[in-house]
């Protein structure tokens, strides 16, 4: 296939799959008479990343360029207790016991079926693991119907080493015990492989976000100071699937920030031209050039050649 024809037939993917992220993962604020206005972006191929996200039209700096609900969240290990299992929200009573504490009845209709999570949320403990959280949050998801068991193939997936695929292989037989443990049905599993899990947990760890809500009051300062000296200040990680195409730069045009749960809000951090593609910063920027060049490569597995780093700032 040619250049040119490989091109646009990519061109025809992307153009629906940004159909499809747009009306499948994120809402969009309204205007006044309620009619969501489609986000001023578009995602498209770039010259040096597979795909990126591109202003449709000039941006204003601070503007809100869309929100992301998560396609899969949850809480970190030592936030089971103060924040809602579902959606991330600090909850009133902060001295729940329950490793499974919500905010409202929506959120606990999203977890109609419980199992017991003792054994694998001890095995992330001892392992300091996160991310298998979410695989078995999102498993969960998949067997009450809630969401569809290849929702983040669109992603891009981590290369995996054979010593990570045979320890994956473990966990995913724990994370099936469980729920047969729990008198779940066994065609429900039917999605629930070996190969499943190492799909879903190589595009997690390449596209998990950490979440940290933005401080709203006092006692919020308060406890986030406390919880940065437990070295904890993120109250859970998750994934999103539009807001997982933006691509890296240590000088972002846009981040992503959280302010009272885990739905993501886009900002422009500056005036932005339509055709310019929207970046955000993955790692700290404060950071000098070799940290940040050496954290890229160990947790994203790129090299950065943005203009900072190519000044090497
Ligand atoms: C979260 S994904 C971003 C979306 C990705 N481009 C895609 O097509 O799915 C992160 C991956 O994008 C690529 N990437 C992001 N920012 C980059 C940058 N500044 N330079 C090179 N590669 C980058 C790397 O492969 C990285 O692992």
Redesign the pocket.
């Known amino acids: 296939m040619s250049r040119l024809a490989r091109r646009s037939c990519w061109s025809l993917h992307f153009k629906n799959l940004h159909h499809s992220l747009i009306k499948t993962t994120s809402s969009f604020s309204t205007d006044s008479t309620h009619h969501p206005s489609p986000p001023p972006i578009r995602v498209e191929l ?1 010259e ?5 996200v591109f202003a449709s039209r000039r941006i204003g700096a601070g503007e809100l360029i869309h929100t992301a609900k998560p396609a899969v969240a949850h809480p970190s290990l030592s936030m089971i207790h103060t924040v809602c299992y579902s959606c991330l929200r600090k909850l009133p009573n902060r001295h729940s016991t329950d490793d499974m504490s919500f905010c409202c009845i929506q959120c606990e209709q999203l977890s109609k079926k419980k199992a017991d999570w003792s054994s694998f949320n001890e095995y992330c403990r001892l392992q300091g693991l996160k991310y298998p959280l979410l695989v078995k949050r999102l498993a969960c998801q998949v067997i009450s119907g809630a969401v569809t068991y290849d929702i983040l193939d669109v ?2 997936p981590e290369i995996l080493s054979s010593d990570q695929i045979s320890r994956m292989k473990k966990e995913a037989a724990l994370l099936r015990s469980t729920f047969e443990d729990s008198d779940f049905e066994s065609e429900k599993m039917a999605f629930l492989t070996e190969e499943w899990y190492a799909g879903v947990l190589a595009r997690i760890r ?2 998990a976000f950490r979440i940290e809500l933005a401080i709203g009051s006092y006692e919020d300062l308060l406890s986030s100071a406390a919880a940065l000296v437990e070295a904890e200040s993120a109250v859970g990680n998750a994934v999103y699937v539009l807001p ?6 240590c000088d972002p045009n846009v981040n992503i920030l959280w302010i009272e749960n885990a739905d993501a809000k886009i900002k422009a951090l500056r005036d932005i031209e339509e055709g310019e593609e929207l ?1 955000i910063c ?1 790692i700290d920027a404060s950071m000098d050039y070799g940290a940040r060049q050496r954290i890229l490569h160990q947790g ?7 203009p900072r780093c190519v000044s090497k700032d």
């Open positions: 770039t040096y990343a597979g795909r990126g992603l891009q390449i596209n997982s195409l933006y691509n890296h730069d970046r993955y994203f597995g790129f090299q950065c050649n943005c």
